[in-house]
């Protein structure tokens, strides 16, 4: 290579750092812009994306019903396994529905409109309890009540204000966008369920079409294998523990006569997705509010059952459901957890788990091709 040549090659490198920093520097200062881009993609995709949580959830008892009919000595129902175990879980999503809308769903609207009417009492208790510390303790030294009642009231002047009707309206049409996406959500998990062989084929046919070489495609296949097992296990698995912790939970608050139980409850059923933190933030969530409206007392009573349940359900129930764990590290999903709240709100950090361990999951596997670890699939 002469000199001239060297000279030139020697600023590729550099040019393409050069590029590399200004993208990065491009995608921090537009990031607000780049996440509100993401967001309304998401809302596009919300039908597609609850379609494919509910077959995570819904695969189970529908491969099991699939199973019974095909063991069945009629021709007609071992012949139709798939379509009529589909319709059985239709029908059984149907009795859930109008079992949870007619029993369920009237008690948590009561709870949330008491809740909120009650809020201004409950800050009141705050307040007078913060009132009442000595002089000499550390929280008074932090002024809690003041800065409570400054924000307080902006809190309240603020929605007042945005009390307007045309923004009740569009909440009043948000709810309804997302009842709707949840509707057509079941629809297409139901078609996912029925036809995911014939889709299975469809991927496999389009990436021989564009990975010629066999070992690419196998270890692409194995990549998607991979988060396919991290999803299930983590939907699937997660969503049976969460509705055992609603029902639990809701029965025990039930039990010691605490409010909201049905609420609280479901708190702690949806907190239950989020690994470690989740089942610890929703028991904090039930004993705050249970202080408030019943007393320390009354929490007391409560958090010893709560606290025997969650060691439970963390050391036999979920292993058990959960055959094999998610392996993930407890820094990495506070950091997950923090960040998908951050910039997407509660869907962000519910979602950003299973998102973290999938690209976790990949990253493994690219890192164990690249040190030539011995492929079993091949």
Not at 331 to 343: E, F, N, P, R, S
Request: hydrophobic fraction near 55%; glycine fraction near 6%.
């Amino acid at each position: 290579m002469n000199k001239e040549n060297f000279e030139k090659s020697k600023w590729i490198p550099i040019c393409i750092i050069a590029v590399i920093l200004m993208i990065i520097y491009k995608t921090i200062d537009n990031l607000g812009q780049i996440t509100g881009v993401i967001s309304r993609f998401l809302m596009v995709l919300s039908p597609l994306l609850y379609g494919v949580l509910f077959a995570y959830f819904f695969y189970l008892p529908h491969q099991k019903i699939e199973n019974l009919f095909r063991k069945s000595k009629s021709k007609f129902f071992s012949a139709k396994a798939r379509g009529l175990s589909t319709l059985a879980v239709f029908f059984l999503l149907i009795v859930i529905l109008v079992c949870v809308i007619m029993f369920i769903v009237p008690i948590l609207i009561q709870s949330v409109i008491e809740l909120a009417g009650n809020v201004p009492t409950y800050i009141n208790f705050i307040l007078d309890f913060l009132d009442s510390v000595p002089e000499d303790s550390i929280w008074y030294s932090l002024h809690l009540a003041d800065n409570i009642r400054d924000s307080t009231i902006g809190f309240v002047y603020q929605y007042i204000n945005a009390a307007r009707i045309e923004q009740i309206a569009r909440g009043i049409i948000d709810i309804a966008g997302s009842v709707g996406s949840l509707f057509l959500g079941l629809i297409i998990s139901l078609y996912l369920l029925w036809e995911r062989e014939k889709i299975g084929e469809f991927f496999k046919r389009l990436s021989n079409v564009f990975f010629k070489k066999e070992k690419l495609r196998n270890r692409i296949t194995r990549y998607l294998s991979q988060v396919n097992s991290v999803l299930f296990t983590f939907i699937a698995s997660k969503g049976l523990d969460s509705v055992i912790n609603f029902v639990v939970v809701t029965s025990i608050l039930l039990i010691f006569k605490i409010p909201y139980a049905f609420l609280l409850g479901l708190i702690a059923g949806l907190f239950n997705f989020i690994p470690y933190l989740g089942s610890l933030i929703a028991v904090i969530l039930i004993l705050l509010i249970t202080i408030i409206t019943g007393g320390l007392g009354k929490a007391i009573q409560v958090v010893f059952p709560l606290l025997i349940f969650q060691q439970l359900d963390g050391n036999f129930i979920e292993p058990r459901i959960m055959k094999s764990s998610l392996k993930i590290s407890p820094i990495l999903v506070i950091i997950a957890v923090v960040t998908g709240g951050a910039y997407f709100g509660i869907m962000g950090m519910f979602l950003a788990v299973p998102i973290v361990v999938v690209i976790k999951q990949i990253l493994l596997e690219y890192i164990g091709n690249s040190e030539n670890i011995p492929d079993n699939v091949e």
